[in-house]
Nanobody, 115 residues
Framework: EDQLVESGGGTVHAGGSLTLSCVIVGDTLCRDDMSWFRQPPRKERDVVAHIDSTGKATYTRSVRGRFTISRDKAKNTLYLQMNNLKPEDTAKYWCHC???????WGRGIQVTVSS
């Protein structure tokens, strides 16, 4: 049963924008921090952006100034606004959250940036 559902991926040209959404479904709780992870081809999965329960956001260096993470608690949704996309941003992206000892993941969504 899905706990987090991502949407908004796809293929764009370099310089374009996409917004990923992650909806928290059912009885799933994400009362602590939430993050976006990604795994480029032939590389390991790593965190891209993180937001804590107070709204403080942090980013991996390669996306700072281009990506913005945000959460709408009323809509149970996490977002990742991605601007000025580069071919190296091509990856599968996952939504992740923590609630105490519990960790939840989405199934992942593909983002492809063509040069």
């Amino acid at each position: 049963e899905d706990q987090l559902v991502e949407s908004g991926g796809g293929t764009v040209h370099a310089g374009g924008s996409l917004t990923l959404s992650c909806v928290i479904v059912g009885d799933t709780l994400c009362r602590d921090d939430m993050s976006w992870f990604r795994q480029p081809p032939r590389k390991e999965r790593d965190v891209v952006a993180h937001i804590d329960s107070t709204g403080k956001a942090t980013y991996t260096r390669s996306v700072r100034g281009r990506f913005t993470i945000s959460r709408d608690k009323a809509k149970n949704t996490l977002y990742l606004q991605m601007n000025n996309l580069k071919p190296e941003d091509t990856a599968k992206y996952w939504c992740h959250c923590r609630d105490g000892y519990y960790v939840h993941w989405g199934r992942g969504i593909q983002v492809t940036v063509s040069s």
